[in-house]
Structure formats: structure tokens, C-alpha cells
């Protein structure tokens, strides 16, 4: 059996590995990929301040005047007096996020003056992220990237029955000898496995689950019992014949902001989602004083009334709301702050290392004519 496992993690390994490397190394650079994008920006992000402000739906209307031909995506909520309103527009109508070709407009709230823009579907940063995502190929390219992770599992559940040397000896095989090279080497990919493979698995099936959504879902929710949360719905009276010729007007952006301020006095909003329709709520996605949480708190209002239709903080939602939300904080690093964005970053390095040591060992074996043996991962022969 243990041949079996061994001939299943060499020969996945060498088929996928490059392909799992290059997931990992376009996954590190994208841990921090929010704060490049700020320092890329980072000139457009403060203004001074004056005696006179710009409302929100007055910064949002100018941007709009610029771009006719685009609609509001959302707007990213100012933090302080100090800072630009980041206003994203998209095409109108776009059938994929893909195709929504989203701009961030920057706007001086007191001036109303475009301090810059970016195409956010533009930049080395977006390509790595649509590598990372779908291999820059849609659909197809997600399905490969996949069947990527359905290697790296393999991998993952495969390396530590390998490496396992037993009860009374896996203290000893958490060190890494010196010499001889190849028991070098071995212990280096037999350990960095190891200590990384509790955020390897995690990655893997957060990135399972983006891969094969729909069925991910599926299988999640009837695991669990629960369901991602899906938004409230929208009640509006009985139309009578003049509502019929004129619907109620969208609440402006302002509105929806102060109402949201009124129910958490105490939270850092920092989107505001606009609602498409009438019948479908606009929402606030915002963080609270010492949140530990690993996902953001989200606001949900009516888009006539301005009114509070709910609130989902994190904390609160049923076990299958915080799993499905926890799937992009798991995936990056982001959930526990600076010390896990790190962390990811370094275990996005493990897969190259892996491979080279992994390659090595099993190139070193096939000129020696033992290629077949589980010597070549296990610290068994180590006395």
C-alpha cells in the first residue's frame, strides 16, 4: 500500500508540479496585492482639506458625467476628511465581472477635481490575478486550475503518510540532517510539507471550492445543514396608478451612508454596493472596533427608503454563512491579519521548493535504478 501512495504523490508530482509552482508563486504576490495596489494609487488617496464638501452622490455624479457610457459598480467610503472618494464604474449591463471592465475614478470631495484613474483590468497585478484565478482563459482555465488543486490534495494527503515515521520516532524526523545530501534534502521536503500543511490544505480546498462552485456549494450546504446567506428581501407597498407611472426614486448614496452610520455609530464602512433594482437590497460592507473576525460585517438597506432592512455580522451568521464567507480570507492569508498574510505568503514559496527537492531526490533514484523505493520521501531508514 504504501508503494501504491509513493508511486501517486512522485509521478502527480511531476506531472502537475510546475503547474501547482506557478499557482503558489502568482498566489504569494497576490496576498498583498490590495496594498501594491494602494501604493500604486498612493498620490491620488489624500487631498486637503477646505471649508466647503462635496456629497457623495455629487462625487459619484461627476465621475459618471465622465463616463457615459458606464454605471455605478460601488463606491469605497472615505475613512477621514483627508482621503479621496474612490468611485468604480463598470460597463453597463456586463454579462461576467470580467467584462465589466471596472475603473476606479479618484475624486477630491471638495473640488470635485479627477485626481487619476485606473483600469483595474490593466497592470501586472491583474494579470496575475487572472492567471491565478483561470490561467487567463475564462472558463476552461478555472476547470484546469481545478483540476490543479485536485492534484495538490493528492499531494497533500499522500506526503504525510510518507513522511509518518511512527509514534516513537517523529520528533526525530522534524530535523533536518546535514549530510548526506540526499538525506539533506529529504528532510527538507519531508519537514517544510509537514509544518506547512495545515495551510495547504486550506488553500487547496478554498481554491477547490472557487474552481467547482456550484457543486462546492451544493455538496457544502448538504454537509453542513446550512446555506450561504443570501440577501433580505425588498417589501414595497401595493402599486396604485401613479406609482405605476412613477416608481419611487433611488435613496441617494448620502442617505443610505447616514442611515448606516445611525446603526453601527462605532464601524469603518468601507464599501457601499448600490442596489441595481428596486426590488434588491444596496449593501455596506464594514469592520467594527477589535474585530478578530475573519471576514467583514455586512449592512443590507432598502433602495427607496434608505432603511436598515438587516445586518450580518460575522460573529453572528449560522455556521454555513461564516464558512462560505471565511473562503476568500482562508485562500489569502487575510484572516488573520499581517502574521497570516506572511505566513501564505511563505507556504505560496513551499510548492517550488517542493518540487526542486521532490525532483531531485527522484531524478537521483532513477540513475541509481531505485526509483520504485518509498525511501526516497520517507525518514524511515533514519536511525
Request: glycine residues 8%; aromatic residues 10%; positive net charge.
Amino acid at each position: 500500500m504504501r508503494r501504491f501512495v509513493f508511486k501517486i504523490h512522485v509521478w502527480v508530482g511531476l506531472i502537475a508540479g510546475l503547474h501547482i509552482v506557478l499557482l503558489g508563486l502568482s498566489g504569494s504576490a497576490l496576498v498583498f496585492r490590495a496594498d501594491i495596489e494602494r501604493w500604486q494609487v498612493s498620490d491620488w488617496l489624500t487631498v486637503q482639506l477646505q471649508d466647503k464638501r462635496f456629497s457623495l452622490d455629487e462625487a459619484v455624479a461627476h465621475a459618471l458625467s465622465e463616463y457615459p457610457e458606464r454605471e455605478l459598480s460601488k463606491v469605497v467610503v472615505p475613512a477621514t476628511a483627508h482621503e479621496s472618494i474612490e468611485v468604480v464604474l463598470q460597463l453597463r449591463n456586463p454579462p461576467t465581472l470580467k467584462a465589466a471592465d471596472l475603473i476606479s475614478i479618484y475624486v477630491d470631495p471638495y473640488s470635485l477635481r479627477i485626481l487619476g484613474e485606473r483600469r483595474r483590468a490593466a497592470g501586472i497585478m491583474w494579470y496575475l490575478q487572472d492567471f491565478h484565478y483561470a490561467l487567463l482563459a475564462g472558463e476552461l482555465g478555472l476547470k484546469i486550475n481545478g483540476i490543479a488543486a485536485l492534484a495538490l490534495l493528492a499531494l497533500a494527503l499522500s506526503g504525510p503518510v510518507l513522511w509518518w515515521p511512527g509514534l516513537d520516532r517523529w520528533r526525530r524526523a522534524l530535523h533536518i540532517r546535514r549530510q548526506p545530501a540526499a538525506a539533506r534534502w529529504r528532510d527538507i521536503h519531508g519537514v517544510s510539507g509537514i509544518i506547512s500543511w495545515l495551510a495547504i490544505m486550506l488553500i487547496t480546498l478554498t481554491a477547490l471550492y472557487f474552481a467547482f462552485r456550484g457543486t462546492a456549494t451544493a455538496a457544502l450546504t448538504l454537509a453542513s445543514g446550512a446555506a450561504s446567506v443570501a440577501p433580505p428581501a425588498v417589501l414595497h407597498r401595493p402599486a396604485t396608478e401613479s406609482s405605476r407611472d412613477a416608481p419611487p426614486a433611488f435613496a441617494p448614496l448620502s442617505a443610505l451612508l447616514q442611515n448606516a452610520r445611525q446603526a453601527e455609530p462605532t464601524a469603518r464602512f468601507d464599501e457601499l454596493r448600490p442596489a441595481r433594482t428596486r426590488q434588491r437590497p444596496a449593501s455596506l460592507s464594514f469592520r467594527l472596533p477589535g474585530d478578530t473576525v475573519p471576514g467583514r460585517h455586512r449592512m443590507f438597506l432598502d433602495p427607496t427608503t434608505g432603511a436598515v432592512l438587516r445586518i450580518d455580522r460575522f460573529d453572528s451568521l449560522d455556521a454555513g454563512g461564516r464558512l462560505f464567507a471565511s473562503m476568500v480570507p482562508w485562500h489569502f492569508g487575510s484572516f488573520g491579519g499581517r502574521v497570516t498574510q506572511w505566513l501564505w505568503f511563505l507556504v505560496g514559496l513551499v510548492p517550488a521548493m517542493l518540487l526542486g527537492s521532490g525532483f531531485w531526490l527522484w531524478l537521483r533514484k532513477r540513475r541509481s535504478g531505485t526509483v520504485n523505493s518509498t525511501a526516497t520521501l520517507s525518514p524511515d531508514a533514519r536511525r
